[in-house]
């Protein structure tokens, strides 16, 4: 008989760890169908990797701190980064229901607002491309390039969506991260979720929790991304009526000069 999920034996309706491994293995989905390997264009593998080092560069001051190092990585690696998340998001999709029974609603709700995310950046970036393309911009990306390509796409209202996505899934890992056993219970599903193919799913969680964990409270970093990203918005895409301001002002580490140049020669 297969075990059951509908009556835990654990508190807060979750299931025992030993009925998580049988589960995983009793019940187990179909083995995720590997996709095709889809290099993104050049032009936008450069773009990409253009805003992943001037974020990396703007968030420099919470980098350096040993605190923040790993919550850093997750926001501008695992979440954004030059790199295909397509197997992942796929997985993802299959594997929803599956997991919501085993490791409960606030860990996959995580992977849900990745996906969203990942498909809202996607749609951005393929119209900065566009944008790029028609500037005549090649193999060299610079500020100034990045800059009018941005006002030129607007999207002003998918931009502050955004970054809203990005804070949102921070609020919500530190919400899982401040629960017991979250991460012993994913930790321990991981070895069935792998025989069935599926441990990529369960090492993004694993990352982002471990990430949180050693960050919190990450109250500050979420506001310093919220207030940061949102006076980009507001110089180069200004509310209706407000004048477009020319100069970049920031009250933190400024972009090096060189990282156009250090992007494209990869």
Do not use: C
């Not at 009556?7 to 998580?20: E, F, M, Q």
């Not at 990005?166 to 321990?188: F, H, M, W």
């Amino acid at each position: 008989m297969e075990p059951s999920l509908s009556n835990p034996a654990t508190p807060r309706g979750r299931p025992s760890l030993a009925d998580v491994l049988r589960a995983g293995l009793v019940r187990p989905p179909k083995r995720p169908q590997e996709l095709p390997s889809a290099a993104p264009p050049p032009l936008k593998q450069r773009l990409q990797a253009f805003q992943v080092q001037m974020l990396t560069a703007d968030y420099a001051d919470f980098s350096a701190q040993p605190r923040y190092s790993a919550l850093m990585r997750f926001f501008f690696s695992a979440l954004y980064a030059p790199q295909d998340f397509s197997q992942r998001n796929a997985s993802f999709r299959t594997l929803h229901d599956w997991l919501v029974g085993l490791i409960g609603q606030d860990p996959v709700r995580v992977l849900a607002q990745a996906i969203e995310l990942n498909d809202l950046t996607e749609s951005l970036d393929d119209d900065m491309v566009m944008a790029l393309r028609g500037l005549g911009v090649g193999d060299r990306i610079t500020l100034a390039d990045w800059e009018q390509a941005y006002r030129q796409v607007n999207r002003r209202a998918d931009r502050i969506r955004q970054v809203e996505m990005l804070v949102e899934i921070g609020r919500v890992l530190d919400t899982v991260a401040s629960v017991p056993l979250v991460d012993v219970q994913l930790r321990a599903v991981r070895p069935a979720v792998a025989l069935l193919g599926w441990e990529h799913v369960v090492d993004f969680l694993v990352e982002g929790y471990a990430a949180i964990r050693t960050a919190r409270p990450i109250a500050s970093a979420l506001e310093a991304i919220q207030q940061r990203e949102q006076a980009r918005i507001d110089r180069l895409l200004p509310p209706a009526g407000e004048p477009q301001l020319a100069a970049r002002s920031v009250d933190h580490p400024p972009l090096p000069a060189s990282l156009g140049e250090d992007v494209n020669a990869r």
